[in-house]
Every structure is written in structure tokens, then in C-alpha cells.
């Protein structure tokens, strides 16, 4: 990218950051800022744009859990959505273009084809919003994660067939070789220490080990780190790993959105047809919301689920690359596609942020379409009148579960929103149980029992923790609230929301680690801490 992109992506989203929108929005208005002025972005910020979706699809690998993708509400529910918004959506573009005549230029073919196209949902958004209000690990995180990477499976097939490019016969044995590899990558990934060489091993493996792999046997290579991502997801490095890509995919990310703004030139007539899309834009959060319902998934989980999945997606934009290549649609849809998927994010960005606002009000309203039965990751009931609550059962949180526990013996409960951590604790024989502290639904459950008198949030996800200070403070809670920071910003933050107390991570391990080393000197050399420097301090004073 030269100095123009560079700059103009940064003031807008600093721009955006300040009127408290997601960056990537910013990043969307500087593209198309850029293409009125007539920059075009060249190959370097397509090789750019394309190595951080290639990153982000390998980073989406390492926290997939295969078993997760064989819940109903994943594929089934994938699938279903797909064939509704191409049977709802086919009929719709036919009128349209029936009306507008040969300005339009669709056909069944291309109408079907630009239905299938609109069917997906922006695994980029998805994850960026997911990641920076802490919603990854809650479970409207966790079924969207899934449809996405079934979406993200059904549009490589798909591109891979309609490319008219058979897979190479190798294309089993690499597969088959890759899962006989497994713990050959693990050991690799694990042999990488923890400094830039990890970082490089991450490079290593989703750009030559799966997506140079793949595409070497005509397969799609973005596919191909995806799934070397899942090989590798087990390892206990590969935590460590995500959170060294995080930044890195990022930064390159801000190239696909600068690219998407940049995508084809903005006519009127492509603005028209952009806006047909954006006005099926709520056939697709409605769809989502019924069909998550009556996988018995609650209207809180359904509802925050279809927002997050409710833009359209940059596999549509390729399909419809595709579509243009092979002579099947016009250029127009193309850029209408791009812009509808810009103006989706534009529309999207402030809904997810305040999701949670906008679901309290309705909440009665969209309860009545829930399907009979609990869900098994649903939550629980609180049985032991327990006074303190824990929220984010990792390292701090457990380190606090065990002081408090000895010093409160059964008035403990700690939460988590992992169901894989929360089984853990629980064959530890810890008091540990499945929610969300953000969740709404959660609180009014918890509320008509003995009210909790301490509630602790020690979640890793600094936006999480305010999330749920939001949600407490939405449901009147009058006990204490402390929280946890790792930055004096969240620390101020922190308490201009109004808790208790707010704990520095990072300043108070230093000042605990100095009070520890000094304790253990004294008992060792007593001699040295009571007298020469005693005698050195009072000197100085």
C-alpha cells in the first residue's frame, strides 16, 4: 500500500473509533473515498487483502472444535438458511429485473447465482465484531463461529467445482497426509518457543503447509489453512500462536476492506441494485432468528446470532468475481455486491454494539417464539445460594476462586462460558457452572434467588468485562463489582462505569512478584534486610 492508502485508512479509522464504530467502517469509507479520487489498489493490496482472509480462516482453524460443527443448529441450520434465502431471494431479483428490463440482465441462471451469493454472512465482520466486544467464547459466539465456517465450506466447494478445475488425483494422498502429519505439526509448532520464530512457524503452516499445499493439488487454499489450522488447534501452543496472528491478520486485514471500498466504480445503477439487496438484508436476520429458535436455542442466543450473521459476505463478492469471469452475471451485480456488502457493515457495526440494548425491550416479545426444551448449553440453575460470583474461570479468575473458597467455604460459584472449561473444573470437583455474564436472560434467572453479594469479572476480554458492567447495571444489581484490566485506560475505564474496584493485572503482578522476592529474602538474610540496609536507607534520608 502506498502513503495515500495508508493515510486515509488510518484518519478514517480513527475517525470511526471515535464516534465509537468498529475501525473496519472506516476503513470501508476510506476505500471508497479512494476510488472517487481515483486511486486503485493493484496487486499489491489484493496479495495483501488475500493473506490476511488466508490468516484469518487459519486462526478461525486453531479454535474450531470439529465435534461443534456436528450440532443441528450448525449444519443443519447452515444448510436450511441457504436453500430459504435462495428460494426467497430468486423470485425477488426475477421481479425486480422483470420491471427494469434488459437494465438488470438477470436471467434464472444469474438470479440463482446472485441468490447464492447473498445466502452467506462476512466471516471478516463476524469475527472482528465477535472479538472486540469479547463475544467469541459466549455461545451466540459459538454457533455463529460455526455457520460461518460451514457458509465458508459451501463457497470453496463451490468455487472450487464451478472453476471447471478437477482436483489433482494427489489431492486425497495430501489430505490423507496431512492427518498422518498431525502430531509431526504439533511437535514442529511446539519446538517454536514463544518469541517471533512461533509467530513464522503460524506463517509456515497456513501459507505453505495448507494453502500452498492445497492449491498445488487444485484445491482452494484458503481451505487449505483452514483445515491445517484445525490440525494444529489441539496443540497447547496453539493459543499462544492465535494471539500472535491476531495483530498481524489485523493489520492485514485493513487491505481487504480498503480493497472492498475500492471494488469497481459506483454508478447510480449499481447503487439502485444495492439497495434492492440491503432491503432483503432483514429476510436474513429473521430467517437466522426463526431457525436458531427451533433448534431450541434461546431468542437471546438466536437474536444476537442473527445480527452478528446479518451482512452479506466476501465470498459473495468472489462468487460474484466469478460469475462476471465465466460470462453468467453483469459487471453491475458485482459492484452492487460490493457496495450492498460495504452499506451491510455500515448498518451492522452500531446494531452489534448495542445488540444487548436493543434485545431487553423485545425480550418478552421474541421469548414466544422459543421451542419447547433446554438446549445443553444453555443456562444453568443456581441451586446453593451462593453470595460470590466469579465471571471467567481462567488463571485470575481460578487464582481468586481457591482464596475466596478457603476463606468462604461454600458461598463460591465461579462461571465460565466455555463448556470445555466449565467440564474441567467440574471433574476438578470445583462449583463451577456455564453463563455469560453479558447475558440478560442470565440475570433475570439469577435475580428472584438469594441475590449474589459479590460478583467478580476477571474475563480475559477487557469488552466483555464492560459488557456485563452494562448488563448489571441494566438489572439494577446493588452488590459489589470488581473487575480486572491489563492497561491503565481499561483501569479508568473501568471505573468510570461505576465498580467498586479495579484491579491492574499487569501494575499489581509487578508489586506482588517485589513483595514475594522481599518476604523470601528476609527470612533467608535477615542480617542484610535489618541491618547494613537499614543503615544505607537511613543515610540517604
Same mark, same amino acid.
Given at each position: ?182 502430531? /509431526?505439526? $504439533? @511437535? ?9 520464530? !512461533?509467530? #513464522?512457524?503460524?506463517? *509456515? =503452516?497456513? %501459507? ?116 462476471? /469471469?465465466? $460470462? @453468467? ?9 460490493? !457496495?450492498? #456488502?460495504?452499506?451491510? *457493515? =455500515?448498518? %451492522? ?130 452488590? !459489589? ?61
Amino acid at each position: 500500500m502506498d502513503a495515500l492508502l495508508v493515510a486515509t485508512a488510518f484518519i478514517f479509522g480513527l475517525a470511526a473509533q471515535r464516534l465509537r464504530l468498529p475501525p473496519l467502517v472506516g476503513f470501508l469509507l476510506a476505500g471508497f473515498v479512494l476510488q472517487a479520487l481515483g486511486q486503485t489498489g493493484g496487486e499489491a493490496l489484493r496479495v495483501i487483502a488475500d493473506l490476511g482472509v488466508t490468516l484469518l480462516l487459519f486462526t478461525i482453524g486453531l479454535k474450531l472444535r470439529v465435534r461443534s460443527l456436528g450440532r443441528p443448529e450448525i449444519w443443519a441450520g447452515t444448510s436450511l438458511h441457504a436453500a430459504l434465502m435462495i428460494a426467497l431471494f430468486t423470485p425477488v431479483l426475477l421481479g425486480v429485473s422483470a420491471l427494469a428490463g434488459k437494465a438488470a440482465g438477470l436471467d434464472w441462471t444469474s438470479a440463482l447465482l446472485l441468490a447464492f451469493g447473498m445466502s452467506f454472512s462476512s466471516t471478516v465482520f463476524a469475527v472482528k465484531s465477535l472479538s472486540e466486544n469479547g463475544d467469541m467464547g459466549s455461545m451466540h459466539g459459538r454457533v455463529s463461529i460455526g455457520i460461518l465456517i460451514m457458509q465458508d465450506i459451501l463457497a470453496v466447494l463451490f468455487l472450487t467445482f464451478s472453476t471447471g478445475k478437477i482436483p489433482s488425483p494427489w489431492s486425497p494422498l495430501l489430505v490423507a497426509g496431512l492427518l498422518v502429519a498431525r502430531p /509431526a505439526l $504439533g @511437535w514442529l509448532l511446539g519446538r517454536s518457543g514463544h518469541g517471533e520464530l !512461533v509467530t #513464522l512457524c503460524g506463517f *509456515f =503452516l497456513a %501459507l505453505v503447509v495448507g494453502a500452498a499445499g492445497f492449491s498445488a493439488v487444485g484445491l482452494k487454499s484458503d481451505l487449505g489453512a483452514l483445515f491445517v489450522g484445525v490440525l494444529v488447534g489441539y496443540h497447547p501452543v496453539s493459543k499462544e500462536l492465535g494471539k500472535s496472528l491476531n495483530g498481524i491478520t489485523d493489520l492485514l486485514l485493513v487491505g481487504f476492506f480498503l480493497q472492498v471500498g475500492l471494488e469497481g466504480e459506483l454508478t447510480w445503477k449499481s447503487l439502485g441494485w444495492a439497495g434492492l439487496m440491503i432491503l432483503l438484508l432483514p429476510l436474513k436476520s429473521i430467517a437466522f432468528f426463526l431457525l436458531l429458535t427451533r433448534f431450541r436455542l434461546r431468542a437471546r442466543s438466536s437474536w444476537m446470532s442473527a445480527l452478528t450473521l446479518s451482512t452479506y459476505s466476501e465470498f459473495g463478492l468472489i462468487v460474484m468475481a466469478l460469475g462476471v /469471469a465465466k $460470462g @453468467w452475471i453483469s459487471a453491475d451485480w458485482l459492484v452492487a455486491t460490493a !457496495v450492498a #456488502l460495504s452499506l451491510s *457493515f =455500515l448498518i %451492522l457495526a452500531p446494531l452489534n454494539r448495542r445488540a444487548e440494548r436493543l434485545y431487553d425491550p423485545i425480550s418478552d416479545v421474541l421469548k414466544r417464539f422459543e421451542a419447547k426444551g433446554r438446549h445443553p448449553d444453555d443456562l444453568p440453575v443456581r441451586e446453593n445460594g451462593e453470595q460470590i460470583a466469579i465471571f471467567g474461570m481462567g488463571r485470575v479468575g481460578l487464582a481468586a476462586y481457591h482464596a475466596l473458597e478457603g476463606r468462604y467455604p461454600g458461598r463460591v460459584i465461579g462461571f465460565d462460558r466455555d463448556p470445555k472449561a466449565v467440564q474441567l473444573h467440574r471433574e476438578a470437583e470445583r462449583n463451577v457452572m456455564l453463563a455469560d455474564a453479558t447475558d440478560s436472560d442470565f440475570w433475570e434467572k439469577v435475580r428472584p434467588r438469594d441475590d449474589i453479594d459479590l460478583v467478580i469479572l476477571a474475563m480475559p476480554k477487557h469488552k466483555a468485562n464492560v459488557h456485563a458492567i452494562e448488563t448489571l447495571k441494566r438489572h439494577g444489581f446493588a452488590g !459489589v463489582v470488581a473487575a480486572t484490566g491489563k492497561f491503565s485506560e481499561e483501569i479508568q475505564e473501568l471505573r468510570k462505569l461505576g465498580v467498586d474496584t479495579a484491579f491492574n493485572l499487569y501494575a499489581e503482578a509487578g508489586s506482588n512478584f517485589a513483595r514475594h522476592v522481599f518476604n523470601v529474602f528476609n527470612q533467608q538474610r535477615p542480617d542484610l534486610t535489618q541491618g547494613s540496609w537499614k543503615a544505607r536507607a537511613e543515610g540517604e534520608d
